[in-house]
């Protein structure tokens, strides 16, 4: 069910903001984005930012290798699904997916287009792992969006190097559902602006 309530802000705005640093999180507050990707924060803090996001009706997902003092295993999720409380995880390990979800938490796989072999891999791990989405790195490789698309149904969320607006649409015009960017002037729900 938490999936589905999050896909479905996702699709609405086709926008993510990932939030790199403090000063940002106020910034993304006061936009209509709905989602977030914090790559901040440490064991002291990361509570701090994910109850003041969720203080405005926004997912959270913690990049899991992003944050320092949460081990990377099902002890560590644990922890995070009962006292930090995010939506769910973003990570690059296929073997944090089904801990994740059995936590209850929402799962979003990361995959760097570095090269076929990389991709096909990560590919057959996620197909095994069935994370809710999956992140491809970087997003200015549109073409690829749909060659994966063609090999998985889970929903592509595309991210990395983005510039501006015109390489967002063209993700999404590749099959992406959207796009994750940490530029604060791109957080602006896609449908408000191109037509």
């Known amino acids: 069910m938490v999936a589905k309530l999050f896909l479905d802000n996702v699709r609405d705005s086709q926008v993510i903001a990932s939030i790199k640093e403090p000063k940002q999180l106020e910034a993304f507050s006061k936009t209509d ?23 405005y009706n926004r997912d959270v997902f913690l990049h899991i ?10 002890e560590g999720l644990k922890f995070i699904a009962k006292h930090v409380k995010p939506t769910g995880i973003v ?15 929402s799962t979003i796989q990361r995959l760097f287009l570095i090269d076929s072999d990389a991709v096909e ?7 095994k792992s069935q994370p809710d989405c999956l992140e491809l790195m970087p997003a200015v490789v549109p073409h690829m969006i749909g060659k994966i698309k063609q090999k998985s ?10 510039q501006n607006r015109a390489q967002m649409q063209a993700a999404l015009d ?19 602006v191109v037509q």
Request: charged share 25%; aromatic share 6%.
């Open 121 to 127: 891999h990560g590919l057959e791990n996620a197909e």
């Open 91 to 105: 990570t690059t390990k296929s073997s944090l997916i089904q801990s994740a979800k059995k936590e209850g938490l």
């Open 153 to 162: 149904e889970i929903p592509i969320i595309t991210g990395g190097l983005i």
């Open 65 to 74: 290798e992003k944050i320092p003092g949460i081990s990377y295993d099902r």
């Open 33 to 55: 984005i709905k989602t977030a990707f914090l790559l901040l924060g440490d064991l002291t803090v990361i509570k701090r930012y994910v109850d003041f996001l969720k203080a």
């Open 174 to 192: 590749h099959g992406a559902t959207a796009v994750s960017t940490g530029k604060p002037h791109l957080w602006k729900p896609l449908r408000e």
